[in-house]
């Protein structure tokens, strides 16, 4: 199973960008995805959420700015990200439970892709 990231990029404050997560591999189905990101010199923090069925929740940070959707039939999760802010730079990764056949569902990442925002 993998999850490749993609999209990530320089961009203006104010700005948009949309970032992509794939998931490939033998897979039985995909539960929920995540986003979460990691900007220098600082721990990796959620950014959003979105389960099968579309529901979906974001960090306070990111709240109306960010937007979480995925296509199932494409096995692949979107950020688009609206507004950006100097302090939304940040690797960004993304996270998705997986059942690959197994029982149970096993928690996945991506190598992340790189957004830096410059002001």
């Known amino acids: 199973v993998q999850l490749q990231a993609s999209g990530g990029g320089l961009v203006q404050a104010g700005g948009s960008l949309r970032v992509s997560c794939a998931v490939s591999?033998?897979?039985?189905?995909?539960?929920?995805m995540a986003w979460y990101r990691q900007a220098p010199g600082k721990q990796r923090e959620f950014v959003a959420t979105?389960?099968?069925?579309?529901?979906?929740s974001y960090a306070a940070a990111v709240k109306g700015r960010f937007t979480v959707s995925r296509d199932n039939a494409q096995k692949t999760a979107y950020l688009q990200m609206n507004t950006l802010k100097p302090e939304d730079t940040a690797v960004y990764y993304c996270?998705?439970?997986?059942?690959?056949?197994?029982?149970?569902?096993?928690?996945?990442w991506g190598q992340g892709t790189l957004v830096t925002v410059s002001s």
């Open positions: 996270n998705a439970a997986i059942k690959d056949g197994g029982r149970s569902y096993v928690s996945y």
């Open positions: 979105i389960t099968f069925g579309g529901s979906t």
């Open positions: 591999g033998n897979i039985f189905s995909i539960g929920v």
